[in-house]
């Protein structure tokens, strides 16, 4: 294994295994499950294929130490931090051509129009380094936010594709250089900071001029497929832009800080009351594989269910033909119905994401159940079963046929617990019988109307059980206007902030 000198008094093999160790160790943090096996082929990786190439140390890791797609966002940003491409700042950045803003960004449209992923590499550093400090000399630091409201690489779309398109007066660089001039600020100095260095297969990439490649007023695609691609190629300089500005915070911070606070989590982890629309959109595509891997488990655990027990009588009567050695044990068989499910949800407000990605989950595990019926609430209840199952796959348009189709609210717009327990089971009582399984979703918080526990001990006589899922944490149920502790008193409450958490849930709660 290639490797520059170590630090002093640490071996190079020795420091390479801290930073492996403690790269692993930021993995586990966010989630991802990594145990001592993956560590040791992890170490294999890098023991094979050495320090010469980066990309190739990438994918290696990502082999040993990953088991799905959805992981690979959070590993890509802490491979940034562990294993960076440089250290220190870009050499020369404050004394490179780009002396301004504009030019800049004349600089930047020639190379996302070329698609030269080097010079992309290069002009991230240079634009954090010239737009992206903050602070006082001693604690300063970079921001990703800051300079990319500065520099605003998204406006370049229009500009980009009038280039190509060979548009008069619109030439991408107003000044010299080209993308040749991005690597005016100099090259990093390469290595980690215990000292092992990679080599020059490792780069960015060895994306190149005008190129060939690029896709860009060839005729061959049209205007909207243009756009799309240019669309793509800025999205990825910005996140270029992201990765340069954590890696220097990192530097002078920590990568552990960095890691623990500076990684967005993978979207099967994200806080339901705090996802982004982006972030539900991440969760939309992560409903169908759920499903499957939830209705693999369900179905496991139903035919564990039909075996029954051990007949005791029976397994000796058997073991008389082997010596009494109970080898062939009996069991007394029960072929269990399927399920019925009755989900009660809360769409109001923050806790409507959780809803409505919970009815889609469930609706797309329907054919574990003899029957699944959905009821949504504000104050008012009404039944939305045949707006969940009409194929909808959108939380969000999921959620804006409910507020527009059904009859959720009353006079005010604010959620009543009490109000709504009431009204199903005063209603929709007839749906629960002795085979179903009611699942309450919502936070619980009353708004300061009665909570009518009365209401849910009807629902809890007549049902086979309760269970409530609740997207606040334990330590906020007795806060405020929230009736959580009322209701869990009555029926087992579980907090449930994102889709990980619900995924096992649903695993363990749900009958079989």
Known sequence: MSAGAGGAGTAPGSALTERLTAFVRALRGHGIRIGPGETVDAAAV????????????????????????????????????????????LTG???????????????????????????LGRLAGEAVDLLGRYGSPGSDG????????????????????????????????????????????????MGFGGGFTFGQGGGVGSGSGSAPGSG?????????????????????????????????????RGAEMIAERGIAPSADQVDFLVASREQLVELRRAVQ???????????????RAARGQIDIRRTLRRSLSTGGVPLRPAYRR???????????????????GFANFTMLLVQAMRDQFSKVRVYAFVNRVDEVTRLVTTGEADPAELGRRIATEAAITGWHGSSDYGAALGEFAERHLDAVGPRTSVIVLGDARTNGFDPDAEALRRIVARARRVHWLNPEPPSQWATGDSAAHVYA?????????NARRLGELVTRLLPV
């Open 46 to 89: 890098l023991e094979v294929l050495g320090l010469a190439d980066r990309e190739r140390i990438r994918e290696g890791l990502a082999a040993a130490l990953l088991r799905a797609d959805r992981q690979r966002a959070v590993f890509d940003a802490a491979f940034e931090l562990y294993f960076p491409l440089g250290v220190g700042e």
């Open 93 to 119: 950045a404050r004394d490179a051509s780009a002396g301004d803003r504009d030019e800049l960004r004349d600089r930047l449209a020639e190379a996302l129009a070329a698609n030269d992923t080097a010079a």
């Open 142 to 189: 970079w921001s990703a936010h800051q300079t990319l409201d500065r520099l605003r690489p998204q406006t370049l779309l229009a500009r980009i594709l009038a280039a190509s398109q060979g548009a008069p007066g619109a030439s991408g660089a107003g000044g010299a250089g080209g993308t040749s001039g991005a690597g005016a600020g100099g090259g990093f100095r």
């Open 216 to 252: 860009l007023g060839s005729g061959g695609f049209t205007d909207r497929l243009d756009a799309d691609e240019i669309r793509r190629r800025i999205e990825d300089f910005r996140n270029r832009v992201r990765t340069e500005a954590r890696r220097r915070v990192a530097e002078r």
């Open 289 to 303: 594989p759920l499903a499957r891997k939830l209705a693999t488990r369900l179905a496991a655990r139903r035919r």
């Open 334 to 352: 029960h072929r269990p119905a399927r399920p019925e499910i009755v989900l009660l949800c809360d769409v109001s407000g923050s806790v409507a």
């Open 489 to 497: 008193e009555i029926v087992e409450m579980h907090a449930c902030r």
